[in-house]
């Protein structure tokens, strides 16, 4: 029977978070609800993700988004991975590069034959046999050619790079065409219901009353519902990611527009550069425990690529999750729900995850518990798997030249973490966990860049000969050199296909 109970929905708080919320329920919902976002232009939100990961194209065809019209609105650039620096020892590289690595033989994964041959000597660096991290070494991109299933033109993966503020101003636009009010101001009181704990209502400054039976909490960290009024509680990882802190700020661009993130390891954190069409973005993320605020931002400023654009702005933060993403009628999504910095773009990732186990477990008016429970529950995974894989990039470190690194060298880390890293130690192998976000091609790609060494290498590469391997890693070498030859400069691409108008001054 056809559900008649249909309810008002009540965004708090826009942003990334909010406007993704809004964008994705007003696009699915067909205004058969009505939605409301809270927003106060006083507040501002925090503004720093501005890299992405391929899993928003998803989001993007759900709203049946024109990318280049997209680019060009948000002043974005393309992504094919991320570059880290220093990482494992001062001094080292590697790309985490996006979608496969070589091409995958019957008895077992490719990196298996490239593994039997490299820890003999015998074989170049991993980032030799996938395209999208020989396309960041030349600075050159293209889209993925479907019509040629065979090629590894075929397996360009891409994400993006743009401005947080305009996209948010983009993903408004789209939902105000689709029905979604906008309310500005401040939320002075949150009104609890004494019968069953349920929200009732947001009061602003000016006293306006707003009802709604489902409340999406995208406040940021404020959490001003999730936690503010319903008093969920918070689970620190700190211990695991001790960074507590991020100065950001702009600046001009460069020669080469790069399609790839960077992330620099510094003494006690790491600095990001996200270039954009218009500016490079960039931030230090540091522990206070080990670094003081103004040492932080002295090595930001020297180390940027063109004249900074702003003053730097810091923000504070605690890595972890709320104990329950979805309490009572209230939902947390993005900083609200949890925080795992930055490092391997994962913020939006999260935002997005928890819009769409929102579209799935969608509440009837009763709010069921096992609906409540399971969103809960799979959320929980969402940010756990998040959580072992930036731990990964601490843990999985030589340097011993700061206190930091020390600390994160020798910590515990969960033991989910510890069996992954001794898999790979033993005989090279990873393996992905259910639908968890990062694949077995990335697990790979940070272990080795880290400096895991396996012991050996999984049996079944022996079935081939070692002359058979070597022929096959040249092949798979040579056919991505001879597409990444082919491929524009990341510049030339956007330039013809969806550059941006400039900026005004």
């Known amino acids: 029977m ?3 109970k249909k309810f008002d929905v009540v965004i708090v708080g826009g942003g990334t978070s909010g406007w993704m919320t ?48 997209f680019m060009r609105e948000t002043q974005a650039s393309f992504k094919l991975g ?19 690595i070589g091409q995958d033989n019957w008895t077992c994964d490719f990196h298996q034959y490239w593994l039997k041959q490299y820890l003999a000597g015998k074989a170049k660096d991993l980032d030799h046999y996938s395209i999208n991290t020989a396309a960041c070494h030349d600075n050159k991109f293209m889209r993925a050619l479907p019509d040629m299933p065979n090629s590894p033109l075929s397996q360009i993966a891409h994400a993006y790079h743009f401005d947080a503020g305009l996209y948010a101003k983009f993903l408004r636009k789209f939902s105000e065409a689709r029905g979604v009010t906008r309310i500005e101001g401040k939320i002075n009181n949150v009104i609890v219901r004494d019968a069953d704990g349920h929200i009732e209502a947001v009061v ?63 003494s006690a954190g790491w600095q990001w550069r996200i270039p954009l069409q218009h500016r490079i973005g960039n931030g230090h993320v540091f522990s206070s425990k080990f670094m003081s605020e103004d040492e932080a931002t002295a090595i930001l400023l020297s180390n940027l690529d063109g004249a900074p654009l702003a003053d730097p702005r810091t923000v504070k933060f605690v890595t972890g999750k709320r104990k329950k993403a979805w309490n009572k009628n209230c939902i947390a999504i993005g900083l609200a729900s949890g925080f795992v910095e930055p490092l391997e773009s994962t913020s939006i990732h999260l935002v997005q995850m928890g819009i769409a186990h929102l579209l799935t477990f969608f509440p009837s008016a009763g709010f069921e518990a096992a609906d409540t429970t399971a969103y809960n529950r799979i959320m929980n995974q969402e ?12 843990k999985a470190t030589e340097r011993s030249d700061s206190p930091f690194w020390n600390y994160c060298r020798e910590m515990e880390v969960p033991a989910s973490l510890t ?62 050199g001879a597409c990444v030859n082919v491929m524009p400069t990341h510049a030339d691409f956007i330039a013809q296909h969806c550059a941006a108008p400039p900026v005004m001054a």
């Not at 798997?385 to 601490?394: K, M, Q």
């Not at 992954?420 to 694949?439: A, K, P, Q």
């Open 2 to 4: 056809e559900q008649d």
């Open 204 to 266: 602003l400054e000016n006293g306006q009353k707003i009802e709604g039976s489902l409340f999406i909490d995208c406040s940021g960290f404020r959490a001003l519902l999730i936690e503010g009024a319903l008093k969920t509680g918070f689970e620190d990882w700190s211990h695991w990611l001790p960074c507590d802190r991020a100065i950001a700020i702009p600046c001009a661009s460069a020669k080469v527009l790069t399609p790839y993130t960077r992330s620099t390891a510094r």
């Open 419 to 480: 069996e992954r890293m001794d898999l790979y130690r033993s005989n090279g192998r990873v393996y992905r966990e259910g639908n968890e976000l990062f694949t077995k091609v990335s697990w790979l790609q940070v272990m080795h860049g880290q400096r895991i060494k396996p012991q050996s290498y999984h049996p079944l590469a022996d079935l081939l000969s070692e002359t058979e391997i070597q022929t096959y890693l040249n092949e798979v070498e040579g056919v991505i």
């Open 82 to 100: 991320i570059e880290f620096v220093n990482w494992g020892r001062l001094g080292d590289r590697y790309v985490h590069g996006f979608g496969v």
């Open 22 to 69: 809004a964008a994705a329920l007003s696009k699915v919902l067909k205004g058969q609800y009505n939605i409301k976002l809270v927003e106060s232009d006083e507040i501002s939100t925090i503004g720093v993700g501005e890299a992405t990961i391929p899993m928003i194209n998803l989001f993007n065809r759900l709203l049946d988004l024109d990318e280049d019209q």
């Open 383 to 394: 940010y756990d798997w998040v959580r072992d894989f930036i731990i990964l990039h601490y």
